[in-house]
């Protein structure tokens, strides 16, 4: 299991950038698929990014591409999303969760907070 804590998030005005941290505990985090979600209010959580142990594999929602870039750096048992031109809709709780890969991100965070304002 791997213990996981966002941090990064904040409030921007419309074409503002953040970018959100997500750092881990635990012996598996090398290993792990990582992702990003988020939870607009009154809506359900959606998928963001993910990114595989190696980083040799990324993908992305389709309505992101372009704007946000997930990375990770094992050494530092941590995952990033730069967000940028950051859109009143970006606004949500983002959370990050991870893995072993094909089965799914048991593992959560508890999210941070990005408000953008227009």
């Known amino acids: 299991q791997v213990q996981l804590v966002e941090s990064g998030g904040g409030s921007v005005q419309t074409g503002g950038s953040l970018r959100l941290s997500c750092a881990a505990s635990?012996?598996?985090?090398?290993?792990?698929?990582m992702a990003w979600f988020r939870q607009a209010p009154g809506k359900e959580r959606e998928f963001v990014a993910r990114i595989s142990w190696s980083s040799s594999s990324i993908g992305y929602a389709d309505s992101l591409k372009g704007r946000f870039t997930i990375s990770r750096d094992n050494a530092k048992n941590a995952i990033y999303l730069q967000m940028n031109s950051l859109k009143p809709e970006d606004t949500a709780v983002y959370y990050c969760?991870?893995?072993?890969?094909?089965?799914?991100?048991?593992?959560w965070g508890q999210g941070t907070q990005v408000t953008v304002s227009s």
């Open positions: 969760a991870g893995g072993q890969s094909g089965r799914g991100y048991p593992d």
């Open positions: 635990g012996r598996t985090f090398s290993s792990y698929t």
